[in-house]
Protein backbone atom coordinates (compact mmCIF):
# COMPACT_ATOMS: atom_id res chain seq x y z
CA UNK A 1 0.00 0.00 0.00
CA UNK A 2 1.32 3.46 -1.12
CA UNK A 3 1.04 6.21 1.30
CA UNK A 4 1.03 9.98 1.13
CA UNK A 5 2.63 12.16 4.38
CA UNK A 6 1.81 15.51 4.28
CA UNK A 7 3.77 17.63 6.91
CA UNK A 8 2.09 20.54 8.19
CA UNK A 9 2.69 23.30 10.31
CA UNK A 10 1.62 27.40 10.67
CA UNK A 11 2.81 29.68 8.13
CA UNK A 12 6.43 30.75 9.63
CA UNK A 13 8.00 27.93 11.67
CA UNK A 14 11.29 30.06 11.61
CA UNK A 15 14.90 28.60 11.29
CA UNK A 16 14.45 25.15 12.20
CA UNK A 17 17.91 24.22 15.38
CA UNK A 18 20.67 22.27 14.28
CA UNK A 19 19.98 19.19 16.25
CA UNK A 20 17.14 19.30 14.41
CA UNK A 21 18.73 19.36 10.79
CA UNK A 22 21.57 16.73 11.76
CA UNK A 23 18.37 14.38 13.10
CA UNK A 24 15.86 14.58 10.37
CA UNK A 25 19.45 13.65 8.02
CA UNK A 26 19.34 10.87 9.71
CA UNK A 27 16.01 9.98 10.05
CA UNK A 28 16.27 10.05 6.06
CA UNK A 29 19.10 8.19 5.69
CA UNK A 30 17.68 5.41 7.49
CA UNK A 31 14.15 6.01 5.99
CA UNK A 32 16.52 4.86 2.58
CA UNK A 33 17.50 2.13 4.59
CA UNK A 34 14.24 0.50 5.72
CA UNK A 35 13.60 0.26 1.75
CA UNK A 36 10.27 1.71 2.26
CA UNK A 37 10.62 5.59 1.20
CA UNK A 38 9.97 6.20 -2.32
CA UNK A 39 10.37 9.76 -2.59
CA UNK A 40 10.50 13.30 -0.59
CA UNK A 41 11.11 16.38 -0.91
CA UNK A 42 10.40 19.80 1.28
CA UNK A 43 8.44 22.40 -0.61
CA UNK A 44 8.90 26.31 -1.11
CA UNK A 45 7.32 28.25 1.14
CA UNK A 46 3.68 30.23 0.42
CA UNK A 47 4.57 33.20 -0.50
CA UNK A 48 6.67 31.72 -3.71
CA UNK A 49 3.40 29.86 -4.73
CA UNK A 50 0.76 30.21 -6.95
CA UNK A 51 -2.89 28.86 -6.17
CA UNK A 52 -4.34 28.33 -9.74
CA UNK A 53 -8.13 28.28 -8.55
CA UNK A 54 -11.64 27.37 -10.65
CA UNK A 55 -14.61 29.19 -9.38
CA UNK A 56 -17.55 30.16 -10.56
CA UNK A 57 -16.73 29.09 -14.10
CA UNK A 58 -13.62 31.23 -13.63
CA UNK A 59 -10.12 30.00 -13.79
CA UNK A 60 -7.66 32.02 -11.89
CA UNK A 61 -4.08 32.18 -10.59
CA UNK A 62 -2.85 34.26 -7.93
CA UNK A 63 0.80 34.14 -6.69
CA UNK A 64 1.15 33.88 -2.40
CA UNK A 65 1.17 34.40 0.13
CA UNK A 66 -2.52 33.67 0.71
CA UNK A 67 -3.88 35.37 4.18
CA UNK A 68 -6.44 33.11 4.25
CA UNK A 69 -4.51 29.41 4.92
CA UNK A 70 -3.06 28.56 8.69
CA UNK A 71 -1.36 25.92 7.78
CA UNK A 72 0.57 25.22 4.90
CA UNK A 73 2.42 21.78 3.77
CA UNK A 74 5.26 22.43 3.88
CA UNK A 75 6.87 18.51 2.73
CA UNK A 76 5.87 15.59 1.32
CA UNK A 77 6.98 12.01 1.44
CA UNK A 78 5.31 8.69 -0.27
CA UNK A 79 5.93 5.70 1.29
CA UNK A 80 5.16 2.11 -0.38
CA UNK A 81 4.20 -0.03 3.62
CA UNK A 82 2.34 -3.12 4.52
CA UNK A 83 -0.32 -1.37 6.54
CA UNK A 84 -1.36 2.25 7.81
CA UNK A 85 -0.76 1.20 10.87
CA UNK A 86 2.84 0.88 9.85
CA UNK A 87 1.90 4.85 8.04
CA UNK A 88 0.80 5.66 11.60
CA UNK A 89 3.92 4.60 13.58
CA UNK A 90 6.10 6.00 10.91
CA UNK A 91 4.16 9.71 11.02
CA UNK A 92 4.49 9.12 14.52
CA UNK A 93 8.02 8.64 15.06
CA UNK A 94 8.76 11.66 12.91
CA UNK A 95 6.54 13.64 14.91
CA UNK A 96 8.35 12.52 17.64
CA UNK A 97 11.62 13.53 16.19
CA UNK A 98 10.22 17.33 16.08
CA UNK A 99 8.73 17.34 19.75
CA UNK A 100 12.89 16.70 20.80
CA UNK A 101 14.75 18.36 18.61
CA UNK A 102 12.86 21.63 17.87
CA UNK A 103 10.65 22.67 20.85
CA UNK A 104 7.74 24.92 20.15
CA UNK A 105 7.27 23.18 16.77
CA UNK A 106 3.66 22.54 16.30
CA UNK A 107 2.08 20.62 13.40
CA UNK A 108 0.48 17.47 12.24
CA UNK A 109 1.84 14.71 9.32
CA UNK A 110 -1.11 14.08 7.38
CA UNK A 111 -1.35 9.95 6.45
CA UNK A 112 -2.90 9.23 3.20
CA UNK A 113 -3.37 6.45 1.45
CA UNK A 114 -2.63 6.75 -2.37
CA UNK A 115 -5.60 4.18 -4.05
CA UNK A 116 -4.21 1.55 -5.88
CA UNK A 117 -6.07 -1.50 -7.17
CA UNK A 118 -5.72 -3.23 -3.96
CA UNK A 119 -7.96 0.05 -2.48
CA UNK A 120 -11.05 -1.64 -4.05
CA UNK A 121 -10.01 -5.55 -3.06
CA UNK A 122 -12.31 -6.87 -0.37
CA UNK A 123 -9.67 -8.73 0.16
CA UNK A 124 -7.60 -6.38 1.64
CA UNK B 1 -17.23 0.30 27.63
CA UNK B 2 -16.22 -3.30 27.39
CA UNK B 3 -16.36 -2.94 23.38
CA UNK B 4 -14.22 0.21 23.28
CA UNK B 5 -11.57 -1.59 25.91
CA UNK B 6 -11.70 -4.88 22.98
CA UNK B 7 -11.45 -1.82 20.23
CA UNK B 8 -8.49 -0.24 22.18
CA UNK B 9 -6.26 -3.70 22.47
CA UNK B 10 -6.74 -4.53 19.02
CA UNK B 11 -5.41 -1.32 18.05
CA UNK B 12 -2.65 -1.56 20.49
CA UNK B 13 -1.88 -5.36 18.84
CA UNK B 14 -2.34 -3.43 15.15
CA UNK B 15 0.22 -1.22 16.35
CA UNK B 16 2.51 -3.52 17.81
CA UNK B 17 2.26 -5.62 14.40
CA UNK B 18 3.50 -2.32 12.89
CA UNK B 19 6.19 -1.70 14.95
CA UNK B 20 7.51 -5.40 14.90
CA UNK B 21 7.67 -5.11 11.28
CA UNK B 22 9.59 -1.83 10.89
CA UNK B 23 11.82 -2.91 14.20
CA UNK B 24 12.58 -6.93 14.12
CA UNK B 25 15.45 -7.24 12.06
CA UNK B 26 17.33 -4.60 13.27
CA UNK B 27 16.14 -5.95 16.47
CA UNK B 28 17.36 -9.68 15.45
CA UNK B 29 20.70 -8.73 13.87
CA UNK B 30 21.70 -6.80 16.62
CA UNK B 31 21.33 -9.28 19.17
CA UNK B 32 22.46 -11.97 16.90
CA UNK B 33 26.12 -10.21 17.08
CA UNK B 34 25.87 -10.62 20.58
CA UNK B 35 24.31 -14.18 21.08
CA UNK B 36 26.17 -15.47 17.81
CA UNK B 37 22.73 -17.57 17.22
CA UNK B 38 20.44 -16.81 14.97
CA UNK B 39 17.65 -18.86 16.25
CA UNK B 40 18.31 -17.89 19.81
CA UNK B 41 18.30 -13.78 18.71
CA UNK B 42 15.01 -14.63 17.31
CA UNK B 43 13.83 -16.05 20.43
CA UNK B 44 14.67 -13.03 22.39
CA UNK B 45 13.77 -10.39 20.06
CA UNK B 46 10.06 -12.60 20.53
CA UNK B 47 10.39 -12.98 24.20
CA UNK B 48 10.58 -8.31 23.93
CA UNK B 49 7.37 -8.84 21.56
CA UNK B 50 5.27 -10.77 23.75
CA UNK B 51 6.37 -8.86 26.60
CA UNK B 52 5.34 -5.42 24.50
CA UNK B 53 1.66 -7.31 23.83
CA UNK B 54 1.12 -7.58 27.45
CA UNK B 55 2.23 -4.32 28.83
CA UNK B 56 1.23 -2.08 25.92
CA UNK B 57 -2.20 -2.37 25.78
CA UNK B 58 -2.41 -1.42 29.24
CA UNK B 59 0.85 1.23 29.49
CA UNK B 60 0.35 2.51 25.91
CA UNK B 61 2.64 2.04 23.22
CA UNK B 62 5.86 4.06 24.40
CA UNK B 63 6.97 7.32 22.71
CA UNK B 64 9.95 5.42 21.26
CA UNK B 65 8.51 1.80 21.20
CA UNK B 66 11.46 0.33 18.86
CA UNK B 67 14.34 1.39 21.84
CA UNK B 68 11.90 0.24 24.18
CA UNK B 69 11.87 -3.55 22.32
CA UNK B 70 15.15 -3.35 21.87
CA UNK B 71 15.78 -2.47 25.57
CA UNK B 72 13.81 -5.78 26.70
CA UNK B 73 15.53 -7.99 24.34
CA UNK B 74 18.73 -6.66 25.76
CA UNK B 75 17.62 -7.61 29.50
CA UNK B 76 16.69 -10.78 27.94
CA UNK B 77 20.02 -11.59 26.18
CA UNK B 78 21.72 -10.64 29.25
CA UNK B 79 19.67 -12.63 31.79
CA UNK B 80 20.35 -15.52 29.25
CA UNK B 81 23.90 -14.68 29.62
CA UNK B 82 23.53 -15.03 33.18
CA UNK B 83 22.02 -17.99 33.59
CA UNK B 84 24.09 -19.77 31.43
CA UNK B 85 26.94 -18.43 33.45
CA UNK B 86 25.58 -19.81 36.62
CA UNK B 87 25.16 -22.94 34.94
CA UNK B 88 28.42 -23.22 33.61
CA UNK B 89 29.84 -22.58 36.82
CA UNK B 90 27.77 -25.28 38.40
CA UNK B 91 28.40 -27.98 36.04
CA UNK B 92 32.09 -27.58 35.22
CA UNK B 93 35.23 -25.66 37.00
CA UNK B 94 35.79 -22.90 35.15
CA UNK B 95 38.83 -21.11 34.71
CA UNK B 96 39.61 -17.97 36.52
CA UNK B 97 40.36 -16.47 32.97
CA UNK B 98 37.07 -17.62 31.15
CA UNK B 99 34.94 -16.21 33.62
CA UNK B 100 36.70 -12.63 33.85
CA UNK B 101 35.77 -13.27 29.42
CA UNK B 102 32.02 -13.99 30.22
CA UNK B 103 31.51 -10.84 32.67
CA UNK B 104 33.53 -8.80 29.98
CA UNK B 105 31.45 -9.97 27.34
CA UNK B 106 28.35 -9.06 30.00
CA UNK B 107 29.86 -5.18 29.60
CA UNK B 108 30.46 -5.47 26.01
CA UNK B 109 26.89 -6.38 25.35
CA UNK B 110 25.63 -2.86 26.72
CA UNK B 111 27.10 -0.86 24.78
CA UNK B 112 28.02 -3.40 21.65
CA UNK B 113 24.38 -3.34 21.13
CA UNK B 114 23.53 0.17 20.32
CA UNK B 115 26.25 0.43 18.00
CA UNK B 116 25.45 1.56 14.32
CA UNK B 117 22.91 -1.74 13.49
CA UNK B 118 23.52 -1.09 9.47
CA UNK B 119 26.86 -3.60 9.72
CA UNK B 120 24.33 -6.18 11.59
CA UNK B 121 21.47 -5.73 9.26
CA UNK B 122 24.08 -6.95 7.01
CA UNK B 123 25.19 -9.68 8.30
CA UNK B 124 21.79 -11.26 8.70
CA UNK B 125 20.84 -10.58 4.96
CA UNK B 126 24.45 -12.65 4.40
CA UNK B 127 23.57 -15.31 7.08
CA UNK B 128 19.78 -15.84 5.86
CA UNK B 129 21.09 -16.54 2.26
CA UNK B 130 23.87 -18.72 3.62
CA UNK B 131 24.80 -21.33 0.93
CA UNK B 132 25.01 -24.52 3.51
CA UNK B 133 21.05 -23.88 3.51
CA UNK B 134 18.91 -25.23 0.78
CA UNK B 135 17.34 -22.71 -1.36
CA UNK B 136 14.23 -22.70 -0.21
CA UNK B 137 15.32 -22.19 3.20
CA UNK B 138 17.11 -19.47 2.98
CA UNK B 139 13.99 -17.88 1.35
CA UNK B 140 12.16 -18.96 3.92
CA UNK B 141 14.36 -17.77 6.93
CA UNK B 142 15.24 -14.62 4.60
CA UNK B 143 11.56 -13.76 4.78
CA UNK B 144 11.04 -14.38 8.39
CA UNK B 145 14.16 -12.63 9.80
CA UNK B 146 14.91 -9.71 7.60
CA UNK B 147 11.25 -9.31 6.14
CA UNK B 148 9.79 -9.63 9.56
CA UNK B 149 6.83 -12.14 7.58
CA UNK B 150 5.06 -14.78 9.80
CA UNK B 151 5.22 -18.56 9.32
CA UNK B 152 1.59 -18.64 8.32
CA UNK B 153 2.20 -15.62 5.72
CA UNK B 154 5.49 -16.96 4.19
CA UNK B 155 3.06 -20.15 3.92
CA UNK B 156 0.27 -18.76 2.22
CA UNK B 157 2.74 -16.35 -0.22
CA UNK B 158 4.67 -19.53 -1.56
CA UNK B 159 0.92 -22.25 -1.08
CA UNK B 160 2.99 -24.98 1.25
CA UNK B 161 1.69 -26.02 4.22
CA UNK B 162 2.16 -23.81 7.63
CA UNK B 163 4.51 -27.11 9.30
CA UNK B 164 6.27 -27.44 6.06
CA UNK B 165 7.55 -23.50 6.51
CA UNK B 166 7.77 -23.99 10.26
CA UNK B 167 9.87 -26.54 9.85
CA UNK B 168 11.83 -25.02 7.09
CA UNK B 169 13.05 -22.31 9.58
CA UNK B 170 13.76 -24.39 12.18
CA UNK B 171 15.83 -26.83 10.07
CA UNK B 172 17.83 -23.84 9.04
CA UNK B 173 18.65 -22.24 12.02
CA UNK B 174 19.79 -25.41 13.56
CA UNK B 175 21.91 -25.88 10.15
CA UNK B 176 23.58 -22.77 10.85
CA UNK B 177 24.55 -23.18 14.50
CA UNK B 178 25.70 -26.88 13.72
CA UNK B 179 27.72 -25.65 10.92
CA UNK B 180 28.57 -22.42 12.95
CA UNK B 181 28.40 -20.26 10.00
CA UNK B 182 30.04 -17.21 10.93
CA UNK B 183 27.81 -13.82 11.56
CA UNK B 184 29.83 -11.73 9.11
CA UNK B 185 30.23 -9.95 6.42
CA UNK B 186 32.24 -11.69 3.69
CA UNK B 187 35.13 -10.17 2.41
CA UNK B 188 37.74 -10.61 -0.88
CA UNK B 189 36.83 -13.56 -3.43
CA UNK B 190 34.31 -14.83 -1.02
CA UNK B 191 32.09 -11.53 -1.22
CA UNK B 192 30.73 -11.95 -5.03
CA UNK B 193 29.64 -15.98 -4.40
CA UNK B 194 27.99 -15.25 -1.24
CA UNK B 195 26.20 -11.91 -2.94
CA UNK B 196 25.39 -13.65 -5.40
CA UNK B 197 23.37 -16.07 -3.19
CA UNK B 198 21.46 -13.32 -1.63
CA UNK B 199 21.02 -11.44 -4.88
CA UNK B 200 19.06 -14.58 -6.14
CA UNK B 201 17.38 -15.14 -2.97
CA UNK B 202 15.61 -11.72 -3.21
CA UNK B 203 14.91 -12.34 -6.95
CA UNK B 204 13.23 -15.74 -6.50
CA UNK B 205 10.67 -13.89 -3.92
CA UNK B 206 9.96 -11.52 -6.50
CA UNK B 207 9.54 -14.25 -9.02
CA UNK B 208 7.19 -15.80 -6.80
CA UNK B 209 4.83 -13.06 -6.39
CA UNK B 210 5.61 -11.65 -10.57
CA UNK B 211 4.53 -14.63 -11.53
CA UNK B 212 1.05 -15.06 -9.78
CA UNK B 213 -2.10 -13.71 -11.65
CA UNK B 214 -4.53 -11.20 -10.62
CA UNK B 215 -6.65 -13.39 -8.63
CA UNK B 216 -4.26 -15.00 -6.34
CA UNK B 217 -4.08 -14.20 -2.85
CA UNK B 218 -3.02 -10.68 -1.93
CA UNK B 219 0.07 -12.44 -0.42
CA UNK B 220 1.67 -13.52 -2.95
CA UNK B 221 1.90 -9.80 -4.81
CA UNK B 222 3.50 -8.91 -1.62
CA UNK B 223 6.47 -10.73 -2.03
CA UNK B 224 7.31 -8.30 -5.05
CA UNK B 225 7.16 -5.34 -2.82
CA UNK B 226 8.82 -7.52 -0.07
CA UNK B 227 11.52 -8.22 -2.44
CA UNK B 228 12.02 -4.36 -3.59
CA UNK B 229 12.14 -3.45 -0.06
CA UNK B 230 14.92 -5.80 1.10
CA UNK B 231 16.94 -4.74 -2.53
CA UNK B 232 16.40 -1.46 -1.66
CA UNK B 233 18.30 -1.96 2.06
CA UNK B 234 21.01 -3.62 0.65
CA UNK B 235 21.51 -1.27 -1.82
CA UNK B 236 21.72 1.19 1.26
CA UNK B 237 23.96 -0.78 3.03
CA UNK B 238 26.26 -2.19 0.10
CA UNK B 239 26.24 0.67 -2.44
CA UNK B 240 29.44 -0.23 -3.90
CA UNK B 241 28.09 -3.43 -5.13
CA UNK B 242 27.03 -2.60 -8.86
CA UNK B 243 25.16 -6.03 -9.27
CA UNK B 244 22.87 -4.69 -6.04
CA UNK B 245 21.39 -1.67 -7.60
CA UNK B 246 21.20 -3.94 -11.05
CA UNK B 247 18.97 -5.89 -9.49
CA UNK B 248 17.21 -2.91 -7.94
CA UNK B 249 16.89 -1.27 -10.79
CA UNK B 250 15.13 -5.15 -12.98
CA UNK B 251 12.73 -5.09 -9.80
CA UNK B 252 11.73 -1.25 -9.59
CA UNK B 253 10.90 -1.59 -13.67
CA UNK B 254 9.64 -4.60 -14.05
CA UNK B 255 7.12 -4.11 -10.29
CA UNK B 256 6.23 -0.86 -12.78
CA UNK B 257 4.09 -2.73 -14.84
CA UNK B 258 2.37 -4.81 -12.59
CA UNK B 259 -1.01 -2.90 -13.05
CA UNK B 260 -0.90 -3.27 -17.13
CA UNK B 261 -0.21 -6.37 -17.41
CA UNK B 262 -3.53 -8.43 -16.92
CA UNK B 263 -6.59 -7.34 -18.47
CA UNK B 264 -9.98 -7.10 -16.41
CA UNK B 265 -10.49 -11.22 -16.03
CA UNK B 266 -6.71 -12.03 -15.08
CA UNK B 267 -5.96 -12.27 -18.75
CA UNK B 268 -1.95 -11.70 -19.13
CA UNK B 269 -1.19 -8.61 -21.78
CA UNK B 270 1.92 -9.06 -23.54
CA UNK B 271 4.34 -6.25 -22.85
CA UNK B 272 4.10 -4.56 -26.18
CA UNK B 273 0.33 -4.60 -26.23
CA UNK B 274 0.20 -2.80 -22.46
CA UNK B 275 -1.31 0.33 -22.00
CA UNK B 276 1.71 2.40 -21.15
CA UNK B 277 -0.28 4.65 -19.08
CA UNK B 278 -0.43 2.66 -16.48
CA UNK B 279 2.90 1.87 -16.02
CA UNK B 280 4.23 3.20 -12.58
CA UNK B 281 6.16 6.25 -13.60
CA UNK B 282 7.60 6.82 -9.66
CA UNK B 283 9.06 3.15 -10.27
CA UNK B 284 10.23 3.94 -13.61
CA UNK B 285 12.18 7.05 -12.60
CA UNK B 286 13.75 4.94 -9.44
CA UNK B 287 14.47 2.12 -11.40
CA UNK B 288 16.14 3.84 -13.99
CA UNK B 289 17.99 5.91 -11.08
CA UNK B 290 19.20 2.95 -9.55
CA UNK B 291 20.22 1.45 -13.26
CA UNK B 292 22.56 4.39 -12.98
CA UNK B 293 23.81 4.03 -10.39
CA UNK B 294 24.93 0.53 -11.44
CA UNK B 295 26.51 2.07 -14.43
CA UNK B 296 28.34 4.89 -13.04
CA UNK B 297 29.99 2.18 -10.60
CA UNK B 298 32.33 1.54 -13.63
CA UNK B 299 33.34 -1.98 -15.29
CA UNK B 300 31.61 -4.35 -17.38
CA UNK B 301 27.54 -4.64 -16.61
CA UNK B 302 26.34 -8.14 -14.23
CA UNK B 303 23.92 -9.96 -15.50
CA UNK B 304 21.08 -8.11 -13.53
CA UNK B 305 22.42 -4.89 -14.78
CA UNK B 306 22.09 -6.29 -17.82
CA UNK B 307 18.47 -7.35 -17.77
CA UNK B 308 17.62 -4.30 -16.14
CA UNK B 309 18.98 -2.15 -19.33
CA UNK B 310 17.13 -4.03 -21.28
CA UNK B 311 13.75 -3.57 -19.33
CA UNK B 312 14.61 0.18 -19.51
CA UNK B 313 14.65 0.13 -22.93
CA UNK B 314 10.70 -0.86 -22.51
CA UNK B 315 10.35 1.59 -19.88
CA UNK B 316 11.81 4.30 -21.58
CA UNK B 317 9.73 4.19 -24.59
CA UNK B 318 6.23 5.83 -24.54
CA UNK B 319 4.80 3.91 -27.65
CA UNK B 320 6.36 0.53 -28.28
CA UNK B 321 7.36 1.85 -32.06
CA UNK B 322 9.76 3.83 -29.88
CA UNK B 323 11.60 1.24 -28.58
CA UNK B 324 15.25 1.65 -29.18
CA UNK B 325 15.85 -2.53 -30.22
CA UNK B 326 19.21 -2.21 -31.97
CA UNK B 327 20.48 -1.27 -28.45
CA UNK B 328 18.54 -3.97 -26.88
CA UNK B 329 20.17 -6.89 -29.47
CA UNK B 330 23.64 -5.19 -28.22
CA UNK B 331 22.37 -5.85 -24.46
CA UNK B 332 21.13 -9.40 -25.35
CA UNK B 333 24.27 -9.92 -27.22
CA UNK B 334 26.08 -9.23 -23.75
CA UNK B 335 24.02 -10.88 -21.50
CA UNK B 336 24.76 -13.98 -24.08
CA UNK B 337 28.43 -13.88 -23.52
CA UNK B 338 27.78 -13.35 -19.59
CA UNK B 339 25.36 -15.58 -19.55
CA UNK B 340 24.47 -18.21 -22.19
CA UNK B 341 21.17 -19.72 -22.41
CA UNK B 342 19.10 -20.75 -24.90
CA UNK B 343 16.56 -18.35 -23.22
CA UNK B 344 18.58 -15.81 -23.66
CA UNK B 345 19.07 -16.65 -27.14
CA UNK B 346 15.18 -16.67 -27.48
CA UNK B 347 15.04 -13.55 -26.40
CA UNK B 348 17.94 -11.89 -28.66
CA UNK B 349 16.32 -13.45 -31.30
CA UNK B 350 12.67 -11.53 -30.73
CA UNK B 351 15.31 -8.21 -30.24
CA UNK B 352 16.49 -9.20 -33.48
CA UNK B 353 13.58 -9.93 -35.09
CA UNK B 354 12.29 -6.42 -33.89
CA UNK B 355 15.25 -4.62 -34.98
CA UNK B 356 16.06 -5.86 -37.86
CA UNK B 357 12.98 -7.97 -39.38
CA UNK B 358 11.83 -11.41 -39.10
CA UNK B 359 13.98 -13.24 -41.66
CA UNK B 360 17.36 -12.28 -38.92
CA UNK B 361 15.26 -13.49 -35.72
CA UNK B 362 14.29 -16.91 -37.83
CA UNK B 363 17.95 -17.40 -38.19
CA UNK B 364 18.72 -17.53 -34.88
CA UNK B 365 15.65 -19.50 -33.24
CA UNK B 366 16.43 -22.37 -36.14
CA UNK B 367 19.20 -22.67 -34.60
CA UNK B 368 17.40 -23.47 -31.03
CA UNK B 369 15.33 -25.46 -32.32
CA UNK B 370 17.26 -28.67 -32.03
CA UNK B 371 17.81 -27.25 -28.19
CA UNK B 372 16.98 -30.61 -26.06
CA UNK B 373 16.42 -27.75 -22.68
CA UNK B 374 13.99 -26.06 -24.76
CA UNK B 375 11.73 -29.11 -26.33
CA UNK B 376 8.58 -28.55 -23.99
CA UNK B 377 9.30 -24.65 -23.98
CA UNK B 378 6.05 -23.32 -25.58
CA UNK B 379 7.54 -19.98 -26.21
CA UNK B 380 9.85 -21.47 -28.63
CA UNK B 381 7.42 -22.70 -31.34
CA UNK B 382 4.71 -19.22 -30.21
CA UNK B 383 7.76 -17.34 -30.99
CA UNK B 384 8.84 -19.29 -34.53
CA UNK B 385 5.28 -19.38 -35.47
CA UNK B 386 4.95 -15.30 -34.95
CA UNK B 387 8.22 -15.07 -37.40
CA UNK B 388 6.85 -17.15 -39.69
CA UNK B 389 3.51 -15.68 -39.97
CA UNK B 390 5.06 -12.01 -40.31
CA UNK B 391 6.97 -13.92 -43.31
CA UNK B 392 3.49 -14.99 -44.74
CA UNK B 393 4.85 -18.73 -44.57
CA UNK B 394 1.26 -19.26 -42.98
CA UNK B 395 1.25 -23.33 -42.98
CA UNK B 396 4.66 -23.66 -41.51
CA UNK B 397 3.70 -20.80 -38.81
CA UNK B 398 -0.02 -22.47 -38.26
CA UNK B 399 1.44 -25.94 -37.26
CA UNK B 400 4.08 -23.83 -34.98
CA UNK B 401 1.10 -22.33 -32.77
CA UNK B 402 -0.83 -25.56 -32.78
CA UNK B 403 2.75 -27.24 -31.03
CA UNK B 404 3.25 -24.44 -28.59
CA UNK B 405 -0.64 -24.61 -28.22
CA UNK B 406 -0.62 -27.96 -27.21
CA UNK B 407 2.87 -27.16 -24.87
CA UNK B 408 1.73 -24.36 -22.71
CA UNK B 409 -0.37 -25.17 -19.26
CA UNK B 410 -1.76 -21.90 -19.22
CA UNK B 411 -5.71 -22.02 -20.69
CA UNK B 412 -5.76 -18.17 -21.59
CA UNK B 413 -2.77 -18.59 -23.77
CA UNK B 414 -3.53 -22.21 -25.29
CA UNK B 415 -7.29 -20.41 -26.53
CA UNK B 416 -4.55 -17.10 -27.67
CA UNK B 417 -2.20 -19.46 -29.58
CA UNK B 418 -5.27 -21.48 -30.99
CA UNK B 419 -6.63 -18.38 -31.95
CA UNK B 420 -2.97 -17.60 -33.92
CA UNK B 421 -3.42 -21.14 -35.19
CA UNK B 422 -6.64 -20.06 -37.04
CA UNK B 423 -5.67 -16.85 -38.21
CA UNK B 424 -3.23 -18.51 -40.57
CA UNK B 425 -5.51 -21.41 -41.98
CA UNK B 426 -8.24 -18.78 -42.47
CA UNK B 427 -5.49 -16.18 -44.40
CA UNK B 428 -4.49 -19.08 -46.23
CA UNK B 429 -7.99 -20.24 -47.40
CA UNK B 430 -8.55 -16.34 -48.50
CA UNK B 431 -5.36 -15.90 -50.24
CA UNK B 432 -6.27 -19.54 -51.93
CA UNK B 433 -9.89 -18.33 -53.18
CA UNK B 434 -8.79 -15.18 -54.67
Excluded at chain 1, 105 to 112: A, C, H, K, L, N
Excluded at chain 2, 77 to 83: G, S, T
Amino acid sequence: MRFLMLVKHGENPGPPPKDFLDAMAKLGEEAAKSGTMLQSGGLSPIAKSTCVRLSRGQVTAIDGPFSESKEVVGGFAMFELKSKEEAIEGAKQFMELHKKYWPGWEGETEVRQVLGPEAFDPQT
Amino acid sequence: MVLSVVVTTTDTHRAIDAVWRIESARIIAGLTRIVRDVGLAEELAQDALVAALQQWPESGVPDNPGAWLMATAKHRAIDHFRRNTLLERKHQELGRELEAKQEMALEDLHTAIDDEVGDDLLRLIFISCHPVLSTEARVALTLRLLGGLTTEEIARAFLAPEPTIAQRIVRAKRTLADERVPFEVPRGSELAARLSSVLEVIYLVFNEGYSATAGDDWMRPALCEEALRLCRILAELAPKEPEVHGLVALMEIQASRSRARTGASGEPILLLDQNRALWDQLLIRRGLAALERAEKLGGALGPYALQAAITACHARARLPQETDWPRMVTLYEELAQLTPSPIVELNRAVAVAMAYGPAAGLQIIDTLVSEPSLKAYHLLPSVRGDFLFKLGRLSEAQAEFQRAASLTRNAREREFLLDRARACSESQSNSGSR
